[in-house]
């Protein structure tokens, strides 16, 4: 079975800029992630997927032998050293997204590896989702929220300890909190770092364990976090909070808070991007005579003329009166459907002005207007 195109994968083109390969990683690793899409294989298979195609674009000698040999240049290499990436896992996909999600924000990934001690201490990001009306979408909206999460234990100062004495360098690592092994074959020498699996890659051991932490250096405590969401965002963007996820184990630094966005359903409105619709219902006299009607829009009313003659179906425009282009300058419109309102059912008087009103031969419909399906065809088939 063939492997998809890593560009299509990631939606982008050839001639994206390395930023543009990140910044698209970055939002579908978010999109597919395990923990957003708990036991969904589909979504998985999809995460790992982005995350195989990011490690080849964004290492420079991989993108230039995948573009000149495509898949099978991975596999062989020049000089035999073979880069097959069969073998990509589900591990490799979430080592990836931890580095772009976790202490440090996206600019470092692919300018050098953090050590596995600073790894190993670094605080997971936390996720929520704020549910906002399009009124706050509106304007620029301040959410303060309580979440749960891991902060510094101010007993021990994140250290983990009872005391300073309780603390002494790791021997297996000499406290450097990585093992290094080095491998020769032929084709050269390899070194391998991996975490000291004696102090768990901190580079020191407690011999007497801090009582309000448990030698972890940080507990859980509510917190209120201030978010300050821009105009105009939509659902499914997120804002990234650096710092304010989960303090990390003895000192470590904390993740990020991850804010998800999802928009309430509106009373009356219908979004589309920065526009919005909305379905006005006028009687048959109010569509054949003309009037001004109130409508709602996002802050307030506004007065609307329907025209004499308004047909059921038409559209009429009222501008800048939808929602603000995010990051922009310019605001959407609001586009009013008309909808004719027939009553089902008449009083005695209702009925006799109706009857009266079809005698008169300029309410009727002319044998020579075309309907809906003849006017399309005309447009689209002559």
Request: net charge positive.
């Amino acid at each position: 079975m063939s492997k998809k195109d890593y560009y299509e994968i990631l939606g982008v083109n050839k001639n994206a800029s390395k930023e543009e390969i990140k910044k698209a990683y970055k939002k579908l690793a978010l999109q597919y992630h395990p923990d957003r899409n708990k036991g969904d294989k589909e979504s998985e298979e999809k995460f790992k997927e982005v995350g195989e195609a990011y490690s080849v674009l964004s290492d420079d000698d991989k993108k230039a032998r995948y573009d000149r040999f495509g898949h099978e240049g991975l596999r062989s290499a020049p000089g035999g050293g073979g880069f097959d990436f069969g073998g990509f896992n589900f591990g490799d996909a979430e080592a990836i997204f931890e580095q772009f999600f976790s202490g440090g924000g996206f600019g470092g990934f692919g300018s050098g590896r953090r050590s596995s001690r600073a790894s190993s201490r670094t605080g997971s990001d936390i996720q929520i989702k704020i549910k906002l009306s399009l009124e706050e979408i509106s304007r620029e909206t301040v959410k303060k929220i309580r979440i749960s999460k891991f902060v510094k234990c101010e007993t021990c100062n994140g250290k983990g300890a009872k005391d300073s004495s309780s603390v002494r360098k790791c021997s297996s690592c000499d406290g450097k909190g990585e093992i290094r092994t080095v491998q020769r074959s032929i084709l050269g020498q390899f070194v391998n770092v991996s975490p000291c699996h004696a102090c768990g890659g901190q580079g020191e051991v407690i011999l007497e364990k801090c009582p309000m932490c448990s030698g972890e250096g940080r507990i859980r405590e509510e917190r209120t976090v201030s978010v300050t969401i821009p105009p105009g965002v939509s659902e499914g963007q997120y804002l990234t909070l650096s710092g304010e996820g989960n303090t990390g184990k003895r000192g470590g630094s904390p993740g990020d808070l991850i804010v998800i966005i999802q928009e309430k359903e509106h009373k009356y409105f219908h979004r589309d991007r920065e526009n919005l619709f909305y379905d006005l219902r006028i009687s048959v006299a109010q569509a054949a005579l003309g009037a001004d009607v109130e409508v709602p829009v996002i802050e307030g009313k506004v007065k609307l003329k329907i025209p004499s003659g308004t047909q059921p179906g038409k559209k009429l425009l009222l501008k800048n009166k939808g929602l603000p282009v995010l990051n922009g300058y310019s605001t959407g419109d609001m586009i009013v459907r008309i909808n004719v309102w027939i009553p089902s059912k008449l009083t005695k008087k209702g009925k006799e002005l109706f009857e009266a009103l079809n005698e008169l031969n300029e309410i009727r419909p002319k044998a020579t207007e075309k309907g809906f399906f003849e006017k399309i065809k005309d447009r689209f088939f002559d």
